[in-house]
C-alpha cells in the first residue's frame, strides 16, 4: 500500500518560489505515476492536475496552467517527487496534493480521477 506525504507549503507573495515535497513509500519498491494537484478553496471548486511524472521512465507531463512555472522531479533514493513552483501569483492560492497510481507506458494523467491514492495535502498561500 503506498502512502504519501506532502511538505513544503506555506505563504509566499507575488513572484516567490516554493518546492513541495512528495514523500511516497515505495517509490523504489515499484514503478507509479505520480501527480501534484490543487484545489483552490471555496465550494465548487475541482482538484485541478498540474502535473505528473511516470517513475520509470521519468516522462513529465504538465497541465497549461503550470507549463513554464512549475516543474516536477523526482528523487528515488530519497523517494521523493517534488514540484518546484517559480513566479507564484495569487491565484495559485490553493491546498496542494500529490496523488498516486499504477503506471501508465506513456505520459502519467493529468484527470484527478485517474489516481486513486493520496496525500493529506499542504497549504500554499500568494499574496499580492
Known amino acids: 500500500q503506498v502512502q504519501l506525504s506532502e511538505s513544503g507549503g506555506g505563504s509566499v507573495h507575488t513572484g516567490g518560489s516554493l518546492r513541495l515535497s512528495c514523500e511516497v513509500s515505495?517509490?523504489?519498491?515499484?514503478?507509479?505515476?505520480v501527480g501534484w494537484f490543487r484545489q483552490a478553496p471555496g465550494p465548487g471548486q475541482a482538484r485541478l492536475g498540474l502535473?505528473?511524472?511516470?517513475?520509470?521512465?521519468?516522462?513529465?507531463n504538465y497541465a497549461a496552467s503550470g507549463e513554464g512555472r512549475f516543474t516536477i522531479s523526482q528523487d528515488n533514493a530519497k523517494n521523493m517527487v517534488y514540484l518546484q513552483m517559480d513566479n507564484l501569483i495569487p491565484t495559485d492560492t490553493a491546498m496542494y496534493y500529490c496523488?498516486?497510481?499504477?503506471?501508465?507506458?506513456?505520459?502519467?494523467?493529468?484527470?484527478?480521477?485517474?489516481?486513486?491514492?493520496w496525500g493529506q495535502g499542504t497549504q500554499v498561500t500568494v499574496s499580492s
Open positions: 515505495s517509490l523504489t519498491n515499484s514503478p507509479l505515476c
Open positions: 502535473a505528473t511524472i511516470s517513475t520509470h521512465n521519468g516522462k513529465e
Open positions: 496523488a498516486a497510481n499504477a503506471p501508465t507506458w506513456g505520459y502519467c494523467p493529468l484527470g484527478y480521477y485517474e489516481y486513486g491514492t
